[in-house]
C-alpha cells in the first residue's frame, strides 16, 4: 500500500510539473475585500490577505472560504463596490475559472485594529504582522486566533513592508527607515538609516538584510552592527521590490524601469537583467527548490522566469506569461510547488493553480 502512494504521489508531482512547464493552470478569485488587495502569503491550510479596506481575512485553502476577518468596528459601513473592467487573459490562458464566494464572517471586537490600508504582512507558525498606512504594525497571535498582542509604533510614514525569523521582527517605510524590532517584547533594538527615499522592501537571511527603495538603491546590511556592507543600483529608477537567495548570493529587485536585476551580492555586480514587463515591477517571489522566479507587475501581468538562465521571452528566460488574469495592477505574488496566489488593485485575490483536477494531488499536501 505504501508503495502505490509513493508511485501515485510521484505520478502528481510529475502532472503538476508538467503543466508549470506547458502554462496550464485554473484560476480561482476570492471576493470578498471591498478594496485594493496590497499583500498576500499562503501554505496548504490558509490563504491571508491585506486590503485597502483596512481589513485582514483568512481564507481556507482548499475551500477558498472566508474564515475570519479582522477589521476595524463599524468596517462594514465604510466599504466600497470594487469596479472591474471585463478583461480576457492572454499569453497563457487558464483552462478553467472560478469565482469563489462565501458568507461574510463577523468582524470580532478586537483591542486594536489598523485605522489606514493594510500593507503588507507576513507570517509564520506563531505570529502574523502586518504594517499599514497608519505607520504602525501590530502583531497577532496565530496560536490564539488571530487575537492581537501589541502594536509597533516608531515609524513617521506608512509601513511598506515587513519580514520576521526566529528573534526579530523587521519593518521598511515611505520614512526611509528600517526598524529591528524583538519579536516578543515589540521593543525597538535599532533603526537603520541610509536609503534617500521610501524602502518598499525588505527581506532577511540570518544575519544579513537586503533591502530595496525608491531611490534607486537596493543595499546589504548586518543586522549585529547596523552597517550596510554593499550597495547594488539600477539604472535610473527606483526599486519596488527585493528577493534574497537562501544561499545569501544572490538578489533579485525589480522597479520603475520595468526591469529585474540580478545582483551578485560577493562583488556587488549584475549578473543579469530580466526584460519583459512593460511598467513597474511591483513583487518578486523566489521559489529556489523549483529555481523559478516569480514577478507581479502594474502592467497586469505575472510571469515566471528561470533563476539560472535566460532574460527574456526569446532566450528562455521567461518561462511564463499570464497577462490579464486581473483587470489592474498585480500588488503582489507568492508561490508554492503548485500555486501562485496574487493580490490586485481590482479587490481580488487570484489562485493561479496547476494542480487543479489531478487525481490524488490531495497526497502532495499530505
Known amino acids: 500500500m505504501a508503495g502505490q502512494d509513493w508511485r501515485k504521489l510521484y505520478a502528481v508531482r510529475k502532472s503538476i510539473d508538467r503543466r508549470w512547464a506547458n502554462g496550464e493552470a485554473a484560476a480561482i478569485y476570492l471576493n470578498g475585500h471591498k478594496d485594493s488587495v496590497y499583500c498576500v502569503q499562503f501554505d496548504e491550510d490558509k490563504i491571508i490577505t491585506g486590503s485597502r479596506d483596512k481589513t485582514i481575512r483568512v ?8 474564515l475570519k476577518k479582522l477589521a476595524p468596528p463599524n ?3 465604510e466599504q466600497r463596490h470594487v469596479e472591474r473592467p471585463d478583461v480576457e487573459p492572454s499569453g497563457m490562458v487558464p483552462f478553467f475559472k472560478m469565482d469563489a464566494s462565501s458568507m461574510e464572517p463577523r468582524s470580532r471586537q478586537l483591542p486594536m485594529w489598523h485605522h489606514a490600508s493594510v500593507l503588507c504582512l507576513q507570517y509564520d507558525s506563531e505570529i502574523l504582522v502586518t504594517g499599514s498606512s497608519d505607520f504602525t504594525c501590530i502583531v497577532w497571535s496565530i496560536k490564539n486566533d488571530y487575537e492581537p498582542m501589541f502594536r509597533l509604533t516608531g515609524h513617521r510614514a506608512g509601513v511598506l513592508d515587513v519580514c520576521i525569523d526566529s528573534t526579530r521582527i523587521i519593518t521598511c517605510s515611505k520614512d526611509s527607515t528600517i526598524k529591528i524590532w524583538n519579536r516578543f517584547t515589540g521593543s525597538l533594538i535599532k533603526t537603520l538609516t541610509g536609503h534617500r527615499g521610501p524602502v518598499n522592501a525588505v527581506q532577511v537571511r540570518g544575519n544579513l538584510l537586503a533591502s ?9 546590511w548586518r543586522l549585529d552592527t547596523g552597517m550596510c ?7 535610473e529608477r527606483g526599486l519596488a521590490c ?25 562583488n556587488g555586480n549584475v549578473r ?26 502594474y502592467d497586469h501581468s505575472l510571469k515566471v522566469w528561470d533563476t539560472k538562465t535566460g532574460t527574456s521571452q526569446e532566450d528562455g528566460g521567461m ?11 498585480m500588488l503582489a505574488a507568492k508561490s508554492s510547488y503548485r500555486k501562485i496566489a496574487c493580490a490586485s ?18 497526497l502532495v499536501e499530505a
Request: hydrophobic share 35%; with cysteine.
Open 59 to 66: 481564507w481556507d485553502a482548499r475551500t477558498y472560504q472566508c
Open 75 to 77: 468596517n462594514e459601513r
Open 212 to 220: 530595496a527603495s525608491g531611490d534607486t538603491m537596493a543595499k546589504l
Open 229 to 235: 556592507i554593499k550597495e547594488f543600483r539600477s539604472k
Open 242 to 266: 527585493v528577493e534574497f537567495s537562501e544561499d545569501g548570493r544572490t538578489i533579485f529587485a525589480g522597479g520603475n524601469d520595468h526591469v529585474i536585476y540580478e545582483y551578485d551580492t560577493t
Open 272 to 297: 543579469r537583467e530580466l526584460h519583459g514587463h512593460k511598467e513597474l515591477v511591483r513583487s518578486l517571489h523566489l521559489d529556489t527548490a523549483h529555481e523559478r522566479l516569480i514577478s507581479g507587475s
Open 319 to 329: 518561462k511564463l506569461n499570464l497577462e490579464g488574469w486581473t483587470s489592474s495592477w
Open 345 to 362: 488593485q481590482d479587490g481580488r485575490v487570484v489562485i493561479v493553480d496547476f494542480g487543479f483536477g489531478i487525481s490524488g494531488v490531495d
